[in-house]
């Protein structure tokens, strides 16, 4: 049980465009949506948290406008990097919360490169 | 902040031998603690975790111990084993908010 998915797993893009990542909670209903960037042997920073059927709450340093999250229903959430740079290229991480819990389920990640 | 980008530690064992990776965590008011394992190119996975009501938890080959009075957190794992080779991370979340924070993470290697 508490099976999160993300979609692409990889993704690559030309500079100037915008990616969507999908976050799914397959076997449970997730409260709270988490979505964190990784870069290359450094820790997770948490980009944002994500409610659903309310708007997300960023980080502080992270652009909201750059970074769209939507969480439309209890099991999805997706990000869009919206004109994307090559400084943007990292590995996004998403993480899921059931209700009444502080536990959160990790998808496997999505890494962007854009070029 | 907790998790400004420093160079990653490593631990080498050998195998068989016990491992110990440390954590020293910031926020006094954390009361739920947890250790991740996340290998190269995939998303973190779940080790054990800890209320801060507790001291010591064992799971299956791993040990948990938190010391709240000096806000270290510590990750035993006995007989260590080749796929046990990882980064571990720990992570700590406030009661007032479901928010983890991530500490800088270890790497674990693991000779034969």
């Known amino acids: 049980g508490a099976v999160v998915s993300q979609h692409p797993s990889r993704v690559i893009c030309k500079s100037g465009t915008s990616v969507k990542i999908e976050c799914r909670s397959l076997?449970?209903?997730?409260?709270?949506m988490f979505w964190y960037r990784q870069f290359p042997k450094k820790s997770l920073m948490l980009m944002a948290t994500s409610n659903e059927g309310s708007k997300a709450t960023y980080e502080q340093g992270v652009e909201k406008d750059k970074f769209l999250i939507n969480h439309a229903s209890l099991t999805l959430s997706t990000l869009t990097v919206t004109s994307a740079h090559p400084e943007d290229s990292s590995f996004y991480i998403c993480?899921?919360?059931?209700?009444?819990?502080?536990?959160?389920?990790f998808g496997p990640g999505t890494r962007l490169t854009v070029t | 902040g907790e998790n400004v980008g420093l160079h990653l530690p490593t631990l080498s064992v050998q195998e068989g031998d016990n491992s110990i990776i440390n954590c020293a965590y910031s926020?006094?008011?954390?009361?739920?603690f947890i250790w991740y394992k996340q290998e190269s190119g995939k998303g973190p996975q779940f080790i054990i975790d800890i209320r801060s009501n507790m001291d010591k938890r064992q799971g299956q080959r791993v040990t948990v111990l938190l010391n709240k009075t000096v806000k270290h957190l510590s990750l035993q794992i006995a007989a260590t084993q080749p796929g046990d080779s990882a980064v571990y991370f720990c992570a700590e979340n406030s009661g007032g908010t479901y928010k983890y924070i991530f500490g800088t993470g270890t790497r674990l290697k693991v000779l034969a």
């Open positions: 993480s899921a919360r059931p209700g009444g819990s502080y536990e959160q389920y």
């Open positions: 926020n006094s008011a954390s009361d739920y």
């Open positions: 076997d449970f209903q997730a409260t709270t």
